[in-house]
């Protein structure tokens, strides 16, 4: 099925960087989804955005609803260990089919 | 602990075999999602149930089909299955039919062998 491109794929940082992440696709969506997998889990709900342009903080997350409906980013400020671990977006249409992201594994190293 | 709970965690089968997998959602939800991962296609949304009747489809082969029972909990059923179904296997499940705020199960981890 259609995937949404995501990028990284992978990104090493030291304790307390700031990451970024985002997500792009050809098609529009209603709602815009971050989770966070840990190994052996299912993932978890992050942060969901549900307008063009709207702005959601989850603490140090921060994620963004593109203009477009086409796009998203998620920020990690000031990142800590427990960070570690594959992030996801995912796009829903109105009629709750979605499609995910390959994934951003990220490494926090002490 | 998401209060989503998957049975069984392990199950290892032969190809051309029928395997059910099943889930009890929250508490209180009423829509139950299932979904695919595998390392080559990533995470996949299979199909949605909502108090009981389809919802919504998404990537579901012919050869999988799910129902969800008058106590909100879902079974997928698995046949003819071929190596490539190995793959770890989630039930999701939401309050309301809308399925923003889902709640995913620690997940089947299906092995075909």
């Known amino acids: 099925g259609q995937q949404l491109n995501q990028s990284p794929q992978s990104m090493f940082i030291q304790e307390g960087e700031d990451v970024s992440m985002n997500c792009t696709s050809s098609?529009?969506?209603?709602?815009w989804l971050w989770y966070k997998q840990d190994p052996g889990e299912g993932p978890v709900l992050l942060i969901a955005?549900?307008?063009?342009?709207e702005l959601t903080s989850n603490g140090r997350l921060t994620a963004q609803f593109g203009i477009t409906r086409k796009d998203s980013f998620l920020n990690i400020s000031a990142s800590i260990p427990s960070d570690v671990g594959i992030y996801f977006c995912a796009g829903q249409w109105e009629n709750n089919d979605m499609r995910f992201g390959a994934g951003t594994r990220l490494t926090v190293k002490p | 602990d998401s209060g989503v709970t998957q049975t069984p965690k392990h199950l290892i089968t032969a190809t051309g075999q029928r395997v059910t997998l099943r889930c009890s959602p929250r508490?209180?939800?009423?829509?139950v999602y299932w979904y695919q991962q595998s390392l080559d296609q990533g995470l996949q949304f299979l199909i949605q149930?909502?108090?009981?009747?389809?919802?919504a489809k998404g990537n579901i082969l012919e050869r999988f089909s799910a129902q969800q029972f008058p106590d909100l909990h879902s079974e997928l059923n698995l046949s003819s299955l071929e190596l490539g179904d190995s793959a770890l296997y989630f039930c999701?499940?939401?309050?309301?039919?809308?399925?923003?705020?889902?709640?995913f199960g620690p997940g089947t981890r299906l092995t075909v062998t």
């Open positions: 955005l549900y307008k063009a342009g």
């Open positions: 098609s529009i969506f209603n709602t």
């Open positions: 999701a499940s939401s309050v309301e039919g809308t399925g923003n705020e889902q709640y």
């Open positions: 508490s209180g939800d009423l829509s």
């Open positions: 149930y909502y108090n009981g009747e389809e919802r």
